[in-house]
């Protein structure tokens, strides 16, 4: 079993609007040639991975960043760059400061559409893909029920508060216990005078809230050439009930661009946490297998 507590850095980053620091945590040997990178969804963390990580750290090297505008990275001059095109740059810019030329990807939603985003580049340094719960066409109901909540926390008297309200607006992950609900608060709130407030830029919600049905049918189509472009072996995973990646979706993902292998989880939505044994079994079986 890896060291409980992980290592920590930052790396330097562009943007047009100017250089932002994104902050990562590292578990397993630093010298260790296997990278695995966990990419987050889109208002959380890379300590979400932290169990995936502890199960994983004996065969690699797992890196689990706060993409820009969480946790303890910056945030950006001009919110209007918060999306792909910025996160697969930083990730680009992660990738060589780590000083290898292959990685394997877990990326959860707004992650998981990262890692699309770059396994179907042309020189792609990604070699195992695991997308959990997205794809290049994410349901409406889904989306609707992210933007009415991102960027309109409120603030919290005490931190018992936040947990409830994580646990509300987070209840299709799935958990299974009052621990687990502060394990996943401890790492997205943080204190402010005489309370907590969640620790990601408020403004991140911008261009999802500006996100028209032009728009929204363009970057699917985009997506969607990315994805079949992927050669890399891949799974899908998907909570039985989600309402942002649909089983007709899911099993078109099976058949085209890289074929994904499918692995569904009753009784949880959107998205998996890959907290729980079963979950985590599955992730690490595809990416150590042949």
Same mark, same amino acid.
């Given at each position: ?7 920590? =850095?930052?790396? /330097? ?18 010298a260790n040639p296997n990278v695995l990178i966990c990419v987050h969804g889109l208002t959380r963390v890379g300590r979400d991975f932290h169990r995936l990580a502890l199960a994983l750290a004996d065969r690699y090297r ?5 993409? *820009? ?19 697969? =740059? ?26 699309? /985003?770059? =396994? ?66 401890? +790492? ?30 363009? /970057?699917?189509? =985009? ?13 899908? *995973?998907?909570?039985?009930? +989600?309402?942002?990646? +649909? ?16 692995v569904e989880f009753a009784g949880v939505g959107h998205a998996p946490m890959l907290m729980h044994e079963e979950q985590i079994a599955a992730v690490r079986d595809f990416l150590l297998g042949g």
């Open positions: 079993m890896a060291e409980a507590t992980p290592r920590r =850095a930052t790396v /330097s980053c562009l943007s047009p609007a100017g250089l932002h620091r994104m902050a990562y945590a590292e578990y397993g040997e630093p797992v890196v689990c960043p706060d993409v *820009v505008g969480r946790g303890a990275s910056d945030w950006l001059r001009d919110p209007a760059y918060y999306g792909l095109p910025q996160y697969v =740059a930083d990730m680009v810019t992660l990738i060589a400061r780590l000083n290898v030329d292959t990685v394997h990807w877990v990326g959860t939603s707004m992650g998981g559409l990262i890692g699309i /985003s770059l =396994a179907g580049q042309p020189g792609t340094p990604i070699a195992k893909l695991v997308i959990n719960d997205v794809g290049p066409r994410v349901d409406a109901q889904g989306v609707a029920r992210i933007a009415g909540y991102v960027g309109n926390a409120p603030r919290f008297a005490d931190f018992e508060a936040a947990v409830d309200y994580i646990a509300r607006v987070s209840a299709t992950f799935g958990l299974r216990s009052r621990d687990e609900w502060r394990e996943l608060t401890e +790492s997205v709130v943080k204190r402010e005078g005489d309370g907590y407030v969640l620790h990601y830029d408020p403004k991140l919600a911008l261009p999802l809230k500006a996100m028209t049905p032009e728009v929204a049918a363009a /970057s699917e189509a =985009a997506l969607w050439k990315l994805y079949d472009r992927i050669r890399c072996p891949t799974l899908l *995973v998907r909570g039985a009930e +989600s309402d942002l990646l +649909s089983r007709e979706t899911a099993l078109e993902m099976t058949k085209r661009g890289p074929r994904a292998r499918l």
